[in-house]
């Protein structure tokens, strides 16, 4: 059974930082993107952030370049979202998330973590 499992939330300054972890199990991971999306109150899930297997590529969004970074271990099956800058509209539940890398739609899901910028 695949999991995964987000934590390091939790609330924080505007312009404070805060790592986000994704530790997955279940299957072996070889071939699958990672990703970070958000949902904040009242909109639709958008995407945050994706690396490849081989975490020589990375992806994204517009609104946290040059502010949030991707990476992996993937001999710990671990993935990270260090997020710095935070600004308020940052404020949502985060998630992990897995897809093959043929596919477009996301595979697995984990259960969330809120993150909470204050002005």
């Known amino acids: 059974q695949v999991q995964l499992v987000e934590s390091g939330g939790g609330l924080v300054q505007a312009g404070g930082s805060l790592r986000l972890s994704c530790a997955a199990s279940?299957?072996?991971?070889?071939?699958?993107?990672m990703g970070w999306l958000r949902q904040a109150p009242g909109k639709e899930r958008e995407f945050v952030a994706a690396i490849t297997w081989s975490g020589d590529t990375t992806y994204y969004a517009d609104s946290v370049k040059g502010r949030f970074t991707i990476s992996r271990d993937n001999a710990k099956n671990l993935v990270y979202l260090q997020m710095n800058s935070l600004k308020p509209e940052d404020t949502a539940v985060y998630y992990c998330?897995?897809?093959?890398?043929?596919?477009?739609?996301?595979?697995?899901w984990g259960q969330g973590t809120q993150v909470t910028v204050s002005s």
């Open positions: 279940g299957r072996t991971f070889s071939g699958y993107v």
């Open positions: 998330a897995a897809r093959l890398v043929t596919r477009r739609f996301y595979d697995y």
